[in-house]
């Protein structure tokens, strides 16, 4: 499995992978990357399956399609399908951007992260630490004292986000 800085080295390094599985609670740093990637292709869309994606490249094009961010949220048929044979069939596609797959169920990405372990990253209890880094970035500045604080008040990234933002518009006025 990913490590949730691996995936962040290469999402926000703008070198992400093709495909994705976003597993976990912590939905503050799945919005992070994902706003990065929309960022990056300066176009996304949502699919309601893995298979509508992947079907858009395996037809011929006459011109290439532009690199595109492709969300797919929970998508249970995806999950039942998953078999080391879809995930050489994954592995050969050619895909114009990066699908990214959302999921909540630790079933679902247990069994995702058994056929796909360099594409499957779980965003769940994240170490203080790696907010606080992120929270700097996002938030330079705000003082270190005030970025630990509203990581000790909210353990969650965007919790502790919604804190840094607010102190940073008092900070503004």
Do not use: W
């Not at 298979?51 to 490249?57: C, K, M, Q, T, V």
């Amino acid at each position: 499995m990913l490590t949730i800085q691996e995936a962040g080295t290469e999402i926000l390094g703008n070198n992400p992978k093709n495909f994705y599985v976003f597993g976990g609670e912590e939905y503050g740093i799945k919005c992070k990357y994902l706003e990065h990637l929309k960022e990056l292709y300066k176009a996304s869309v949502e699919v309601e399956t893995v298979s509508e994606a992947l079907s858009i490249f395996k037809k011929k094009q006459l011109f290439p399609l532009p690199p595109k961010l492709y969300i797919c949220r929970y998508d249970d048929s995806f999950i039942a399908e998953l078999s080391e044979k879809t995930a050489k069939s994954l592995a050969k596609i050619k895909i114009r951007g990066t699908i990214v797959c959302l999921y909540e169920n630790p079933k679902s990405v247990n069994k995702c992260n058994r056929y796909l372990p360099n594409n499957t990253v779980s965003f769940d209890a994240v170490n203080p630490v790696f907010i606080k880094q992120y929270l700097s970035k996002d938030f330079p500045s705000l003082p270190e004292s005030a970025i630990s604080e509203a990581v000790r008040i909210h353990s969650d990234y965007k919790g502790a986000y919604n804190i840094c933002l607010s102190l940073s518009a008092l900070s503004d006025m």
